[in-house]
């Protein structure tokens, strides 16, 4: 399997670890809690709350980037090339998902632009 197949598995199961964060540091997240944690969630405030948007932002990222990964491979676009980029992918993701706890607007934005590119380009030398 190649580096970038593997940064598809990591990048499915990032968000997991912003919600993660968002539920279980707070001590609040009990058993009537799980039975609707998607509410209870939404009941979040500060950096807490800002995990979850992570979590959920990082879904929305997911989808376009494995496509992206696949369509390369099936496009025999170069190996290096696309490890390197999916691999960009999932660094520019992580410090996305810190930027976005941690309230930072601007360094967010530009590692959310930042993975975006790497998408874009994934793309770009499929064709």
Same mark, same amino acid.
């Given at each position: 399997?190649?580096?970038?197949?593997?940064?598809?598995?990591?990048?499915?199961?990032?968000?997991?670890?912003?919600?993660?964060?968002?539920?279980?540091?707070? @001590?609040?997240?009990?058993?009537?809690?799980?039975?609707?944690?998607?509410?209870?969630?939404?009941?979040?405030?500060?950096?807490?709350?800002?995990?979850?948007?992570?979590?959920?932002?990082?879904?929305?990222?997911?989808?376009?980037? *494995?496509?992206?990964?696949? /369509?390369?491979?099936?496009?025999? *676009?170069?190996?290096?090339?696309?490890?390197?980029?999916?691999?960009?992918?999932? *660094?520019?993701?992580?410090?996305?998902?810190?930027?976005? /706890? @941690?309230?930072?607007?601007?360094?967010?934005? /530009?590692?959310?632009? @930042? *993975?975006?590119?790497?998408?874009?380009?994934?793309?770009?030398?499929?064709?």
């Amino acid at each position: 399997m190649t580096t970038a197949y593997w940064s598809v598995l990591i990048a499915a199961y990032l968000p997991i670890i912003w919600t993660a964060a968002a539920k279980f540091t707070g @001590g609040d997240f009990k058993d009537a809690e799980n039975r609707s944690p998607r509410d209870f969630l939404e009941t979040l405030t500060g950096w807490r709350k800002r995990a979850h948007w992570a979590q959920l932002n990082g879904f929305e990222a997911f989808p376009p980037f *494995a496509a992206a990964v696949i /369509i390369a491979h099936q496009q025999h *676009a170069p190996q290096t090339t696309i490890d390197l980029l999916a691999v960009a992918f999932v *660094a520019l993701r992580v410090l996305h998902g810190v930027f976005y /706890i @941690g309230d930072l607007g601007y360094p967010r934005s /530009i590692t959310w632009f @930042g *993975a975006v590119g790497c998408v874009i380009a994934l793309f770009a030398i499929s064709t």
